[in-house]
């Protein structure tokens, strides 16, 4: 059992690492998706949803593998696991403690070994050195002394030429001679030497100190059958010349042996004479003839004629040894005589107590007979092991510190299983409580957006009675104000869309430039009542059409452009639209911030600071993602510059954070709630793009953001798949080929106007004054046919505008060009000619769009359509075309909201037929029937809208499945095989999600209240076509 729980401790902390791994592994790829540009944000979410997913489906398996379960761990076995570890690891210190030891001491003796061989073999051959040169003074003395008559050694040659040759000899400490006396020659030769042969058993028995030793007292030799008297010797052993070496016990041994075998002899250790110390005498003998090397011992004894034998002081040479190797200190060493091996007998003692430690190594002196060997041991103690000590310590240390690591761990996974299980609960509440804030959200907008459409409709609907100017005024005041209250519906809506990540981006096909003049168009009466220059400029290099969610740009431009409207009272608010490549190209774009180049001549904040930390003007270049293989995506850069009062230093860091305004005055005296650039901040971020600002105070702001879209003008078989928003700013036919001036002196202001003007097909040319219009007309072969000129450079010298009229007058053979005045404030338009002059000029009102300026020079030339519908009219008529005579089933259990509902539909030629319940919907609505479409509530009692619409597509489905069998018959309604009504979504509720169940219950669209004419043109027109009849659209989902 105890096994089975530690294989569940190894797999728990094998999870814990497999999941810290995959959360370190996801964070990343995470962050390199978003921040690389590899996928889009909404991919990334997902895939991050789907491994946090994975993981906490990983963790609550194994906990039933386990069998733990959501309970604590058990602290029986882990602390049993703790002590057997801990056990375990002293155990295994001990062993390495024991083994580091033992291998230290194998290796000091290695040491210890190798000293002493060397030593050995050092002292070997040193001594066998001393032993071949004593060899060869036997044979000088057979060759100088026996084989010559008379003798050509004495004593005297003798002691020269072996002090003389003793460093051949460095281990010898004197050489002698001894001569072979019969004892019948005794007499003669004592006569001849004039001395007696001495004896020396006496000083072997009765030993002498070397300052007390006197030859003379010495005893003759006593009668033997021969005799061995030393006549030669070195002066430092001269004091054994006449002693016989035959008298003395070892000495007689050692020549008798010395003679037999013809090697040379050593003797037993022995106290030397006169020095006492301890010596070893080697011995030679010396023949009268050469000798074969198989003579027998008789042989050699009759051939022999002296003993010559080398005198070997132990103790004095291997000091000299020791200090030659200068390592005596390190070492100690003792040399014994091993022959017998009971009672070796030393040689050379250190005298100092045994430590245990000992090397023997064998020496070799060449008598086989006697064995010698070398004792050597270390002088010091051996070290403590401080290696294995530390080594086994360290052991201990880091067992117990894995012990209290794993106790810790365990203490801390019994602390994050209660912590789990806390948090698992926490997240089953936050999560009950986020689905309870959707719904919430999605209740109280619907509950306030539901009133709203009737406030809104039925004030859209009086707008369409007879009602006098003051009446208008407050219509048009009242419906502001339900719009104001609709669109801070939305903003909170989109705030608690971003924090719970349910914020998605739509796929549509969209005119950039569009869009803009839309924007223009709804803050230009603001900009024109306080007289400030509202304007826009978009790049050639920008394509006609992108694909990317139009609404959420459109939302991002009004919010930036409406802060500035907010806080500038004088100057103006410029937004340009590039492509990042032609930023990263030349950072001098179109404007500079110097004040004599911008477009009202005020000096404006320096755009290039609001995008200096942009990852898209990093040194790696534009956004990694957009590489060469995704030529489709385009990245721009819209700028948007105001010259309003700035945002203080101290309030720049909270700009984008929610609900937070620069300061309280702020708040009180503009108004707003401070969310519209955190949702703008959002956007940008889903659109893959970036956002910033720089700002100085009472200078004004310059807000930057980058998004990417596809260009819709890339594929053109996807751009008929894709659905289209579709604007009415077509250019007109009539002005192409036609020629213009512009006479401003500000170039961005004039750059402006050019870009608008050559829009519609004109040709433009710029002149700063007017003094340079006739030459430059006067230049040209092609006809002017119109002059722009600002309202700046006209009320500056009314007196020479004066001038310039009555010249423009007379210019040209035929009708002068027509003359346009640009302007910015209703109040100070002014008119200085009479209105009937051909020459009195136009008064165009900024801010300038394709379709205003369109109809302005329709209207004053005489080309084209006058009538100068604004988008909203040309809306309108599109919806006529769409809805006239089409039957159409409204649903709606609120009477207020069905009839603004009926209201809005009847008022674009639509036959309506209204319904208050769900049941009614689905009798109405059984096949077959005459209605084209249907516009369904959501929310209604009993049966709400996605009953009543699964109930009517069943019937379809029942009665299309009928009609190939015969029993149902679709001739009268021009139907096909596939019956299918359109089904649009009602409500108030403009949640996403809720959007997406529509389309997934089997709706076909998806309308808010309270009704919008583009909204609603959108949606219808995916489902009627002009030109078709009103039944076209009745039945067959495949006729549509």
């Not at 906990?63 to 057997?84: A, E, H, M, S």
């Not at 319940?917 to 809208?945: R, T, W, Y």
């Not at 299309?960 to 649009?984: D, F, K, M, T």
Request: glycine share 6%; with cysteine; charged share 20%.
């Amino acid at each position: 059992m105890s096994l089975l729980l530690i294989i569940g401790f190894g797999l728990k902390i094998g999870h814990l690492l497999l999941m810290l791994c995959c959360w370190l592994v996801s964070v990343i790829s995470l962050n390199l998706c978003i921040n690389g540009g590899f996928m889009d944000s909404k991919k990334c979410l997902n895939l991050w949803e789907k491994i946090s997913g994975n993981s906490c489906r990983i963790h609550q398996d194994y906990y039933q593998y386990i069998g733990f379960g959501p309970k604590r761990v058990r602290k029986t076995w882990w602390k049993k696991l703790l002590v057997t570890w801990i056990g375990f690891g002293i155990m295994v210190s001990f062993w390495v403690f024991s083994y580091m030891s033992s291998q230290a001491m194998e290796r000091r003796k290695e040491t210890l070994a190798s000293m002493c061989d060397e030593r050995a073999r050092m002292l070997q051959d040193q001594f066998n050195v001393s032993m071949n040169h004593i060899q060869a003074l036997s044979i000088l003395i057979s060759t100088f002394h026996h084989g010559k008559n008379p003798s050509a050694i004495d004593q005297r040659t003798f002691a020269q030429y072996t002090e003389r040759t003793a460093f051949e000899r460095p281990l010898t400490s004197g050489v002698a001679y001894a001569v072979r006396v019969l004892h019948f020659e005794r007499e003669q030769f004592e006569k001849q030497q004039g001395w007696k042969i001495k004896r020396m058993d006496t000083l072997e028995q009765t030993p002498v100190h070397k300052d007390d030793y006197n030859p003379e007292v010495l005893e003759p030799s006593p009668i033997q059958d021969e005799y061995a008297p030393v006549i030669f010797a070195q002066d430092t052993i001269s004091h054994v010349i006449s002693i016989d070496m035959l008298s003395g016990k070892e000495d007689r041994e050692n020549v008798l042996r010395a003679r037999a075998s013809g090697k040379g002899v050593l003797t037993a250790p022995f106290r030397l004479l006169k020095s006492n110390r301890l010596g070893v005498i080697l011995t030679f003998a010396v023949y009268n003839r050469d000798l074969p090397s198989d003579s027998t011992p008789n042989e050699r004894i009759q051939a022999t004629d002296g003993y010559l034998g080398g005198v070997f002081d132990i103790e004095s040479l291997v000091e000299k040894l020791l200090q030659q190797l200068a390592s005596k200190q390190t070492i100690l060493v003792d040399v014994y005589d091993t022959t017998n091996s009971s009672h070796p007998i030393s040689m050379y003692d250190s005298n100092v107590s045994d430590n245990g430690l000992q090397h023997f190594s064998m020496l070799n002196f060449g008598d086989p007979f006697r064995k010698h060997e070398m004792r050597c041991r270390f002088k010091q103690k051996p070290p403590w092991p401080w290696l294995a000590i530390t080594t086994s310590v360290g052991i201990i240390v880091i067992v117990l510190l894995i012990g209290h690591i794993f106790h810790a761990t365990m203490n801390r996974i019994a602390k994050v299983e209660d912590d789990y299980d806390k948090m698992m609960e926490l997240k089953r509440r936050a999560e009950a409580a986020d689905v309870a804030k959707s719904q919430f959200l999605a209740t109280v907008s619907h509950e306030i957006r539901t009133p709203m459409n009737g406030v809104l409709g039925m004030l859209h609907m009086l707008m369409g009675t007879d009602l006098d100017v003051t009446q208008q005024d407050y219509v048009r005041t009242a419906q502001a104000s339900g719009k104001a209250l609709v669109s801070l519906i939305n903003e909170v809506l989109d705030q608690a869309k971003i924090e719970s990540g349910k914020l998605e981006l739509e796929e549509l096909q969209f005119d950039l430039r569009a869009i803009l003049d839309d924007v223009l168009s709804l803050f230009s009466g603001k900009t024109q009542e306080k007289g400030v220059e509202l304007a826009v400029y978009i790049s050639n290099k920008v394509p006609e059409m992108l694909i990317g969610d139009p609404g959420r740009f459109r939302q991002i431009i009004t919010n930036l452009i409406g802060n500035s409207i907010k806080f500038t009272e004088k100057g103006h608010i410029f937004v340009t639209v590039h492509l990042v490549e032609e930023v990263l190209e030349s950072i001098e774009v179109e404007t500079e911030s110097s004040s004599k180049n911008t477009l009202s001549g005020f000096p404006v904040a320096d755009r290039r600071q609001s995008w200096e930390r942009f990852r898209t003007f990093s040194q790696n270049g534009p956004a990694s993602h957009l590489s060469s293989s995704s030529s489709d995506l385009i990245n721009v850069i819209v700028t948007v510059e105001d010259t309003g009062m700035g945002i203080p230093l101290e309030a720049q860091s909270r700009v984008f954070t929610p609900f937070m305004q620069v300061g309280p005055s702020i708040s009180r005296i503009h108004g707003g709630t401070g969310i519209g650039l955190s949702i703008s901040k959002c956007l940008v971020g889903l659109m893959n793009g970036e956002i910033g600002f720089a700002s100085s105070l009472k200078v004004g702001s310059t807000f930057t953001f980058t998004a990417v879209f596809t260009n819709g003008c890339s594929n053109t078989n996807e751009l008929n798949n894709k659905p289209m928003n579709t604007q009415s700013n077509s250019v007109s036919s009539e002005f192409q080929s036609m020629t213009a001036l512009v006479v401003d002196p500000r170039l961005v202001r004039a750059k402006v106007s050019e870009y608008h003007i050559q829009r519609l097909g004109i040709q433009v040319e710029t002149v700063p004054d007017f003094n340079l219009v006739f030459s430059s007309a006067g230049n040209r072969n092609t006809v002017i046919d119109m002059v722009f000129i600002e309202e700046e450079i006209w009320y500056k010298d009314l007196g020479q505008s004066t001038v310039f009229v009555n010249k423009f007058r007379k210019f040209g053979h035929g009708v002068p060009p027509k003359l346009f005045l640009f302007s910015n404030c209703i109040n100070s338009t002014k008119s200085t000619f009479a209105t009937s002059d051909v020459c009195t000029p136009v008064v165009i009102m900024k801010p300038l769009r394709a379709s205003m300026l369109a109809a302005s020079l329709q209207r004053a030339m005489g080309v084209g359509n006058k009538g100068n519908f604004r988008s909203g009219e040309l809306t309108s008529l599109s919806l006529c075309s769409l809805l006239l005579g089409r039957k159409i089933l409204v649903v709606d259990d609120n009477n207020v909201n069905l009839r603004v509902a009926a209201g809005a539909l009847k008022k674009y030629g639509a036959d309506v037929v209204c319904a208050d319940s769900g049941k009614k919907a689905i009798s109405l609505l059984k096949p077959p029937h005459k209605f084209d479409a249907c516009f369904m509530d959501i929310q209604m009692p009993e049966v709400d809208g996605f009953q009543a619409t699964a109930c009517i597509r069943d019937m379809e489905y029942n009665f299309s499945s009928c009609i190939p069998r015969g029993e149902q018959s679709v001739e009268a309604y021009s139907n096909g095989s596939n019956w299918h009504v359109p089904i649009l979504a009602m409500t108030a509720d403009v949640i996403q999600a809720t959007h997406e169940e529509c389309l997934r219950r089997g709706m076909d669209g998806y309308v808010s209240k309270p009704f919008e004419a583009e909204q609603l043109y959108r949606e219808v027109s995916r489902f009627f076509y002009t030109g078709l009849g009103p039944s076209s659209c009745r039945g067959p989902a495949g006729d549509q």
